[in-house]
C-alpha cells in the first residue's frame, strides 16, 4: 500500500470510528434520558380561575395530640405546606400549567428539568392536602365493609397490611412517602415514592395508582416529636387515620 493511501484510509477509519463512537454516545445518552413513562394525554377542558390556596386543616393542631404533637403540626401545615402552595403559584407561571387545576398538572407533569419545581411543590400541595384528610382526631381503629375485605384478600389481614405498609414506610431512603393504592384492575397494592411525587404521576412513576392511604415520612414530620425514630411516628399514624374517608375513597375507586 502506498504511504499515501495508507494514511488516507485511516483517516477514514478514524472519522468512522469517531462517528460510531458519538453515535454509541447519542445512543446512551436517550437511553439514560427518562422518557415518560405514562400515555401523553390532552390539554384539559376546565381551567384553574384562581391561584392554589392552602386549604384548612379541618380540625385543630392540637386536635391530633398525643400523637401528632401541635407545633409539629403548625409547621408541617402553616409553613411546609404554604410554601408548596406559593411556590407551585410561582412556579406554574408562564408554562403550559399556568391555569390547570392541580389533578390535571400532575397526571402530566415530567421529569424533565423544566417541569422540576412544579413536579415538587405541586406534589407537595397534592400529597399534604390529601394527607391532612387522611388523619383525624380520634380516629384509627380499622377499615371495614369492602375496604377490609380487599385489605383481606390481598394482604391476609388488616394486621399483615399494617406490617408490610410499615415496612415500605420505614424503607424510605431520606425523604418520600408510602401510599396504599388501588391500580387500574382495581387491585390493592403498596408503594413508595421519593420526595413528593405521588402514585397519580402517570409520567413518572413506574406504578401508577389511586392513593386510598398516603404517610409522609419526610423528617419535617415527625422529627420535633420522634427525632430520628421514624418506627414511633409509622406505630402513632395508626391511630389518627380516618378509616371513614379511606373506606370512602375505596368505594369511589371501585364503583365511581
Ligand atoms: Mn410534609
Known sequence: ???????????????????????????????????????????????????????????????????????????????????????????????????????????????????????????????????????????????????LAAINTTFGSYDKFKEQFTAAAKSVFGSGWAWLCIGKDKGLFITTTPNQDNPLMLQIVKQSGTPLLGLDVWEHAYYLKYQNKRPDYISAFYNLVNWTEVNARYKKAMFG
Open 1 to 147: 500500500m502506498e504511504k499515501r493511501t495508507f494514511l488516507k484510509s485511516s483517516l477514514l477509519l478514524g472519522v468512522a470510528a469517531a462517528s460510531a463512537s458519538f453515535l454509541n454516545a447519542c445512543k446512551s445518552v436517550a437511553k439514560s434520558a427518562a422518557a415518560p413513562v405514562g400515555p401523553t394525554l390532552p390539554s384539559p377542558k376546565i381551567r384553574r380561575s384562581k391561584p392554589f390556596e392552602l386549604p384548612a386543616l379541618g380540625y385543630a393542631t392540637d386536635a391530633l395530640e398525643p400523637h401528632f404533637d401541635k407545633m409539629t403540626m403548625e409547621i408541617h401545615h402553616g409553613k411546609h405546606h404554604a410554601a408548596y402552595v406559593t411556590n407551585l403559584n410561582d412556579a406554574v407561571k408562564e408554562t403550559v400549567y399556568v391555569d390547570y387545576e392541580l389533578d390535571d398538572i400532575i397526571a402530566r407533569i415530567t421529569s424533565s428539568d423544566a417541569d422540576k419545581k412544579i413536579r415538587n411543590n405541586g406534589g407537595g400541595h397534592w400529597n399534604h392536602s390529601f394527607f391532612w384528610q387522611t388523619l383525624a382526631p380520634n380516629a384509627g381503629g380499622a377499615p371495614t365493609g369492602d375496604l
